[in-house]
């Protein structure tokens, strides 16, 4: 059963009837710092880890090892780029699953395939620890606001258990069902939007190529119902060709790929996500760590052409 629940007030009134103090945050980049701000304003103890050993954060204690940082919390939170970097943290000696005393929550906020999430929450259950997959739908603005929307997958009670930190961070929290609900729901979302992107792509690069005002163009789709609000952000972005990352092109064409992949696991039907699949897929060449709306930008490079320079001479 699908629930669907607001989030409280934020503050210190997320520290109320729970044992969680001190939460313990694997992976923390550019999502996860503004994460962690939250976390730390509602009141909860931080401690991190990066496997290049620094945050550029004076307010938070860094721990070598996912182990250490894992003997420490009441509960961990991950929030990685993909599988390998998942299991690379996970597993081993010096993996977090080795320094979890048993009880401790795990909560998965990083968006990798259905395997991965099933495989992850095996081993935390033999460790005899609490599982919560919580991919996250939101980009660096809501992670800094605190609006994030919590993709939910878990036991009903583990859920509750974990919802003083997904609070913190998120302003909606949606129950998709068991653990690995969260993580299909989230493949669903981006493969919405990474497609979407796509297909406005295709249609901003035909207006340009037919000669249409390319500030027109743009306002116009800017004041159109049939744009999504993200969508309108990334076509602003894309007008005074600003493609800073907010969401890179590299994680948008990984999740894409994931998705493709789970698809076919399912004999599902998906040949316009293919072709975004692969749209993303090349635009990672040159453009890996500009946002993935910077898709828009290739387009248009590609049908606004430049008149060739006259040669000075013939010959």
Do not use: W
């Not at 001190?22 to 999502?31: H, I, N, P």
């Not at 060739?308 to 001479?313: E, I, Q, V």
């Amino acid at each position: 059963m699908r629930h669907t629940e607001e989030s409280l007030e934020k503050g210190h009134d997320h520290m109320k009837d729970t044992s969680i103090r001190t939460v313990g945050f694997v992976g923390y980049g550019a999502m996860g710092r503004l994460m962690g701000k939250n976390l730390r304003n509602a009141g909860f103890a931080l401690t991190v880890y990066t496997p290049s050993g620094r945050t550029g954060d004076d307010e938070v204690q860094t721990c070598p090892s996912p182990k250490s940082l894992a003997e420490s919390a009441d509960l961990v939170v991950v929030c990685v780029p993909d599988d390998k970097s998942l299991f690379a943290s996970a597993e081993g000696e010096d993996g977090f699953l080795a320094g979890c005393a048993p009880g401790t929550m795990i909560v998965n906020c990083s968006t990798v395939s259905p395997d991965a999430t099933e495989r992850l929450c095996r081993a935390a259950r033999s460790h005899d620890l609490r599982f919560v997959d919580a991919p996250m739908s939101g980009s660096t603005p809501e992670a800094e606001r605190g609006e994030l929307v919590m993709l939910v997958g878990a036991e009903v009670a583990d859920l509750e258990a974990a919802r003083p930190v997904l609070d913190a961070i998120g302003k909606l929290t949606i129950h998709a069902g068991p653990v690995g609900a969260g993580t299909r729901l989230k493949l669903v979302v981006n493969g919405i939007m990474g497609g979407t992107l796509a297909i406005i792509a295709e249609a901003v690069g035909y207006g340009l190529g037919s000669g249409l005002d390319r500030t027109v163009l743009y306002d116009a789709l800017s004041e159109l119902a049939v744009i999504s609000p993200h969508h309108k952000r990334k076509l602003a972005a894309a007008a005074r060709h600003d493609f800073s990352p907010q969401f890179p092109a590299r994680l948008m064409s990984k999740d894409m790929g994931l998705l493709v992949s789970a698809v076919r696991q399912t004999h599902g039907f998906c040949p316009a996500i293919a072709v975004a699949d692969q749209a993303l897929s090349l635009l990672v060449k040159r453009h890996a760590n500009d946002d993935y709306a910077s898709l828009l930008g290739a387009v248009e490079k590609s049908v606004v052409h430049t008149p060739p320079a006259t040669p000075d001479h013939e010959g």
